[in-house]
């Protein structure tokens, strides 16, 4: 330990896995605000065509950072939870220096790659436009391989509140640079592609800014830990290990960013070459698409810092051979993800025409159908990424690139069939997404299945929230159907949707709460592992089984 002002500094205490995930999910719904106070204007501002170029950059610039830290930062933490379990400080410390150095290395490769291609990569997807998109997203790479490695020792520690907090800080600062580059460049008149260019710096700005606090936050809370006797391995040894679990868990995620660019390119291609819509058009339609995907991916968002925290929890049940209790965790975490995947899925459906036409006016008329369909696409979506990262934190890396790949080859193939139909066009990319990751959710069970110790039960996981969210989803149809009959008239104003949207979203979450406590789809044991759990368990009457 060492004083600072009087105060002795040591390591900061340890959460338990639900507990680091409430601690990340509070971070999630404040950057979720933040991040709609970014995109929602910011798709308003470049319209549909404009945001085809901020999404095929983007596109690009997360499969580079997919290669770079999607497996090594799980590694990282998983590799440091194993080595804190058994005690060992010094391994510990050996372990982030080689991570680091790792890092590092992989970050410079992807940014210049970025940096000295970006017309080359922006043609290859059928928008040549977007190349100046890219060439200001290229720094940012390197920065988050970096922030990625701090995030993953903390993690590693059972520690997620520096994660949280460099998040926010991360988006309140790209809100911020975006937004204010983008109105500023459009004032001047500029062109789309620079205006989309100016936007898409913020996620620049906003990584270096995190890499700040996560350098500036691990050298103030972890740099005077103690040293211990143990004998580190030697540093070959370490990123060997490092490799061979990260880099199936990369080639898994890769995959699917892969498939994502692939599906960039191919929707633009197909639409122009088989549907026959111009290039202009075809801009459109992919814009449109990109903004129904804004939405989609909230329910994910709320899933991920779950997955985060499963992943030590379950490593460190597994180096001390606790094998029920990694099942029990597994379980009760697939029960949690669809507690909350499963309402928000079903709400983006069903009020898919108002959510888009009040976030979004003035926007390609297929907008509502496209968040219809991805709205259900994005329960499949989180029940993935969970099954993931349980497979992920047991050492069974290999079988979420099995499911990846197949569900990816499924997305393709639908995506090459629908889209190229003048009738079905872009709502083919969701269907697409849709059958992709419903393939992937049943072959991940599957081998939950094989490698658990107690197989997932799915009449327990999923039972009673589909019941639940079933009268939600009435509830919440009926609710907007007749406040836009009695107080819209014949032509509601956007104001008017708004107010009949709200209405039915606050009685469709008071419809859900009740319900979820009336048929314990959250029970006692959930509620005790969280901040505050057991008072809330007692607010809700929600008491122990048996």
Request: glycine residues 8%.
């Amino acid at each position: 330990m060492r004083p600072i002002g009087g105060i002795s500094l040591s390591e900061p205490k340890k959460q338990n896995y639900l507990h680091g995930a409430a601690i990340l999910a509070a971070g999630v719904v404040i950057m979720k605000i933040l991040g709609f106070i970014y995109k929602v204007p910011l798709g308003n501002i470049l319209g549909d065509e404009g945001y085809t170029h901020f999404l095929v950059a983007y596109n690009i610039y997360s499969v580079f950072l997919t290669v770079a830290t999607a497996g090594l930062p799980v590694a990282l933490s998983r590799m440091i939870s194993e080595a804190n379990t058994m005690n060992r400080p010094n391994q510990v410390k050996r372990i982030f220096s080689v991570a680091w150095l790792t890092f590092l290395v992989l970050g410079v490769v992807c940014t210049l790659v970025m940096f000295l291609f970006p017309t080359e990569l922006a043609d290859s997807l059928n928008d040549v436009e977007a190349s100046q998109s890219i060439l200001a997203l290229s720094p940012a790479v390197l920065l988050v391989c970096l922030t990625s490695a701090y995030r993953g020792y903390c993690q590693g520690h059972e520690n997620m509140k520096p994660t949280t907090v460099g998040q926010v800080l991360e988006v309140l600062v790209k809100v911020v640079v975006g937004l204010v580059l983008a109105w500023y460049l459009r004032d001047l008149g500029r062109s789309l592609p620079l205006v989309s260019a100016g936007a898409i710096f913020g996620v620049t700005a906003g990584s270096l800014a995190a890499l700040v606090y996560m350098f500036a936050y691990k050298r103030r809370c972890y740099s005077a830990l103690p040293a211990g006797n143990d004998v580190p391995e030697s540093g070959a040894r370490i990123l060997s290990t490092l490799l061979k679990v990260g880099i199936p868990i990369t080639l898994g995620s890769s995959v699917l960013s892969l498939i994502n660019l692939v599906d960039s390119g191919l929707c633009m291609g197909r639409l122009q070459d088989a549907a026959g819509f111009s290039y202009a058009d075809a801009k459109v339609l992919y814009g449109v698409y990109g903004k129904a995907q804004t939405l989609y991916n909230l329910p994910a968002a709320f899933i991920t810092p779950l997955t985060i925290s499963v992943v030590p929890a379950i490593a460190a049940c597994r180096v001390t051979h606790r094998g029920r209790e990694s099942s029990r965790i597994a379980e009760n975490s697939l029960r949690i993800a669809t507690v909350i995947a499963l309402p928000m899925g079903v709400g983006l459906s069903v009020l898919s025409y108002p959510i888009m036409t009040v976030i979004y006016p003035g926007s390609h008329e297929s907008g509502p159908e496209l968040l219809m369909l991805m709205g259900a696409a994005s329960f499949f979506v989180c029940m993935a990424l969970m099954m993931n990262a349980v497979l992920q934190a047991g050492g069974n890396e290999k079988y979420p690139i099995y499911s990846m790949v197949i569900g990816g080859v499924v997305k393709i193939c639908v995506n090459w069939f629908l889209v190229a139909d003048p009738h079905i066009n872009i709502l083919g990319a969701p269907i697409g997404t849709l059958s992709c990751y419903a393939v992937m959710c049943v072959m991940d069970y599957i081998f939950l299945c094989r490698v658990m110790p107690e197989r997932p039960r799915l009449g327990r996981i999923l039972a009673r929230p589909v019941l639940s969210c079933a009268a939600m989803g009435l509830s919440a149809w009926a609710v907007y159907g007749l406040a836009i009959r009695f107080i819209g008239g014949a032509e509601p104003g956007r104001l008017i949707m708004a107010l009949c949207m709200c209405l039915a979203i606050g009685v469709a979450v008071i419809v859900y709460l009740v319900l979820v406590v009336l048929t314990r789809a959250v029970t006692f044991e959930d509620m005790k592992i969280i901040p505050k759990g057991e008072k809330l368990a007692r607010l809700l009457h929600i008491r122990p089984e048996g």
